[in-house]
C-alpha cells in the first residue's frame, strides 16, 4: 500500500527518513524503479514503450481510443502503482499534446481516465504527469554496478525529443541523487539542534553546503547533453498542464470520473522536494506570491514527501538556535549553505534564460508572422510568470544571511 501521510510527528522528536519513504542512498528518488507491469497491464504497457513513435506518427490518439479499460484491482505494492501512474500520466500527456499546442484534446477518453484517477487516489497524486514520475520513478541503471553517470542510467519511458529529452530527465535524477547526502545531513542538522550538539551542527550544515553545490555542478550538465531549441519547441510542450495554461482554460474532461472539466498544473522540477527541503531547514521565508505556488506544488508530490516537508517546517528554528547559541562557526556554515542556495538558483535561472526566454526569442524570430496565441515562453509548465518569480524566489534567499548579534 502506498504510504500516505504519516501523523505529523511531535514538534520536538527527530526525523526519520524512512518513515517519509526517502532513502539516505538515494534521497526522493523511487529506489529500484520496476518496468515492467503485470501481463494484465500489456495493452498500458506496448503504448508506453513506443511512445515517442506513436506521438510522433500521430497514431497515438487512435491506439488510446482502442485501449480496453483495465481494473486497477491487479496493481500490487508501492512500485508497481508508481510505474502504472507514470506509464498512464505519460500517454494522457502524449494523448492530449500529440497535435500540437494549439489542438489539444479536451476530453480524456474513460479506458484512460478511469484507471489514471484510481491509481492517482491511491498515491495521493494528482492525474497528470508530476516530477514524482518523470524523474524520480523514470530511471534505471544500464550496469547496476556502474556509476551515476548520464551513460550508466536510462528512463524507463520516454517522449519526442531524442537525446535531449533523454538527458533532460537523467540529469534531474543525477540533481536528486547529489541532493540525498544533503537530506541526510539535514536531518542530522535537525537532531544536532535538539541535543545542543554543535559539532554535529557544524558537520551537518557542511555536508549540506557541500551537497548543495554538488546540485549546482550537477545541474551544469543540462548545458552538455540538451538543446535548447528541442527542450522549447518539443519537450516543453508534453509537461504543459491544463491549469494557468491559455492553451487549455477550462480544464480536461475526465470522462467517466467527473462531468466538469478537471484542471492540474503541468509537470515542473518545481514539484521537487529537494530545494523546499533546504529552505525549510535553513528557514528560508519566500513571500506570499511565491509561497502560494510552491505550497501548491506540494500537492503534486507524493503525500510522504509532502509531510517530510511540513514536519521540517515545524522543526525548532535552526536560525533561532544559531543566534541564540553564540556559535560563531555555525552561523559561518549557515551562511555558507545559503550562499551555495543563492548560486543555485542564480545559476538555474541562467539554464531557465537559456532554455525559456531565449530558446522563445530564437522561434519567434523564425516565425514572425505567427507568434504563439498564448505567448507560452514567460510561463513554465508549473504556470508561473517565470523570471519574477524566479527572482523573488532569489531574492528571499539571500534576505536569509544570518548576521551576528551585535
Ligand atoms: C532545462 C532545465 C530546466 C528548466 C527550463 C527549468 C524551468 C523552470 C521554471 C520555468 C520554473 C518556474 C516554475 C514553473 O512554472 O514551472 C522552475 C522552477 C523551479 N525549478 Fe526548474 N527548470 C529546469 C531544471 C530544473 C532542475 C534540474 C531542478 C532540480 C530539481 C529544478 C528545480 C526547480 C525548482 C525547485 C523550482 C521552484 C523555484 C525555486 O525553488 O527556486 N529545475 N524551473
Known sequence: MEPQRPSLKPAAASLSL???????????????PLKELPDHYRPWMEIANKLPHLIESHQLQAHVYKMPLLDCRFLKGHRERRLAHLVLAAITMGFVWQEGETQPQKVLPRSLAIPFVEVSRNLGLPPILVHS?????NWTKRNPEGPWEISNLETIVSFPGGESLRAFILVTVLVEKAAAP?????VQGVDAVLQHSQDTLLQALQQV????????????????????????????????????????????????????????SGGSA?????????????GIQHCKGSVGFLHRMRDYMPPSHKAFLEDLHSAPSLRDHILTSGAGSCLIAYNQCVEALVELRSYHINVVARYIISA?????????????????????????????????VREKTVEAILHPCA
Open 209 to 264: 553546503r557541500l551537497s548543495i553545490q554538488d546540485i549546482t555542478r550537477t545541474l551544469a550538465q543540462m548545458h552538455d547533453y540538451v538543446d535548447p531549441d528541442i527542450f522549447y519547441t518539443v519537450i516543453r510542450l508534453f509537461l504543459s498542464g491544463w491549469k494557468d495554461n491559455p492553451a487549455m482554460p477550462v480544464g480536461l474532461v475526465y470522462e467517466g470520473v467527473a462531468t466538469e472539466p478537471l484542471r492540474y
Open 360 to 392: 522563445a526569442a530564437k522561434a519567434r524570430s523564425r516565425m514572425p508572422s505567427h507568434p504563439s496565441p498564448h505567448a507560452p515562453e514567460d510561463r513554465g509548465t508549473g504556470g508561473t510568470a517565470v523570471l519574477s518569480f524566479l527572482k523573488s
Open 182 to 186: 544533503g537530506i541526510k545531513a539535514l
Open 133 to 137: 514520475d518523470l524523474v524520480l520513478t
Open 18 to 32: 524512512g518513515q517519509y519513504h526517502i532513502s539516505e542512498e538515494y534521497g526522493f528518488l523511487l529506489q529500484n
Open 270 to 282: 518545481a514539484q521537487s522536494s529537494v530545494l523546499q527541503a533546504f529552505d525549510e531547514f535553513l
